[in-house]
């Protein structure tokens, strides 16, 4: 931990238009809970961001305006896409990834990641219906829900995140305030059914979310693509 | 069901500052997914809302302009104990309830729904460790993650609106519509600990959420007698 003493645990997350808010809030409830923890939310323009469903969050400063951070947060969704091609998005995540001591992607965020060449050798996960573009940016897939990878911690879909950002949490302050915060959010998930993966999941229910992602997924690996061209690597 | 054919799903969270995001983010990303749906945040005025830690999120109206509502969702956090003693949000409750096919809460939400009179006669939950609470508004307490007792739906802390959420998507969409939710969201949890609920956690980590919580739990032992007098229980 290259972190000074005197200043809080600086977190930020990245937000961008058509994030899947879950993403985010889900480790914003996690990592935002200990004391002497700063945890703002970073944009390109200080306007409200609306998620893929319409949520509408608030930017809490600029990338421009950013802190070095501690911990760097990448969230998924529908929006990732266009990301994956934004210099000045990319530049911004090299640059506080660089310093952080942890950068932790949730769902689709990992391929902003690979995008800015941060996955490149490393083990990763992301979301089972995106998780075979991982080799464009040079990461070794992992069948994992949270995988740790040196400072980069990349998650499975969504949910993960509260996974991902509970170890996180561990790492950061210590098993037991890990623990802490995980009694405080009651999380002890009793899931309806069991149809969280496609590897408990029926057939017709797995197919049912291939097709509703079908085209999204097509254009995120034409520009996968693009970017293992722009990285040099041969996926 | 009452929901005329020709309109969407109208869903709609109350907004409150000192809300607890996830209580309001985890059931949004389930119950807002499906297709003509629209699931919009109410609040006093139009202005952005902060959640205990500081997040912001920007309300879609506020209450006086909410549509007749087909679930209503009242979520939790420290700031729920100035709502149990507000009136006109109380008032709004109350009218919306007595529409919707179902209503939702999470976590302390559920003393909101105690406070606008809600939970007489009905099996309940809430937040651990204010559980002990739920017989100042004559609800039942029932030690279950989520309970379903007629049109309303009472869930543990802060995740168990996840679990909730699915629980009522599929209510409202039918089994298979919750399970293709459930893949899309990636929702099979792997907790890396077991300390979701004081049955499991260490009795240490139990006693320090209890320290980290007994100021707001004792303000809202103290508001919720008062509410019980004015509702006529005697508890």
């Known amino acids: 931990m290259t972190r000074e003493k005197d200043r809080p645990l600086q977190i930020g997350a990245l937000l961008f238009e058509g994030i899947d808010q879950l993403d985010l809030t889900g480790p914003f409830e996690v990592l935002a809970r200990p004391p002497d923890t700063v945890f703002r939310l970073y944009a390109k323009s200080a306007a409200p961001v609306r998620d893929v469903r319409g949520l509408r969050l608030l930017p809490d400063a600029v990338l421009g305006e950013t802190p070095r951070l501690d911990v760097l947060v990448v969230p998924g969704g529908f929006g990732q896409e266009a990301i994956m091609e934004d210099e000045e998005t990319l530049g911004w995540i090299r640059r506080q990834a660089e310093d952080a001591t942890h950068v932790l992607s949730v769902c689709t965020g990992a391929l902003i990641l690979g995008a800015a060449g941060l996955l490149k050798g490393r083990r990763a996960t992301t979301h089972w219906a995106v998780h075979h573009l991982l080799p464009y940016f040079g990461a070794v897939p992992a069948d994992e829900r949270v995988v740790v990878d040196g400072k980069v911690t990349t998650t499975a879909g ?78």
């Open 158 to 235: 969504v949910t993960a995140g509260l996974d991902g950002a509970l170890r996180l949490a561990a790492a950061l302050h210590g098993e037991e305030a890990a623990r802490t915060i995980q009694l405080f959010m009651e999380y002890a998930p009793e899931p309806p059914f069991d149809s969280g993966s496609p590897k408990i999941a029926s057939a017709c229910v797995t197919e049912s979310v291939r097709l509703l992602t079908q085209e999204i997924t097509a254009r995120r690996e034409a520009t996968a693509r693009r970017v293992a061209t722009r990285l040099g690597i041969e996926a």
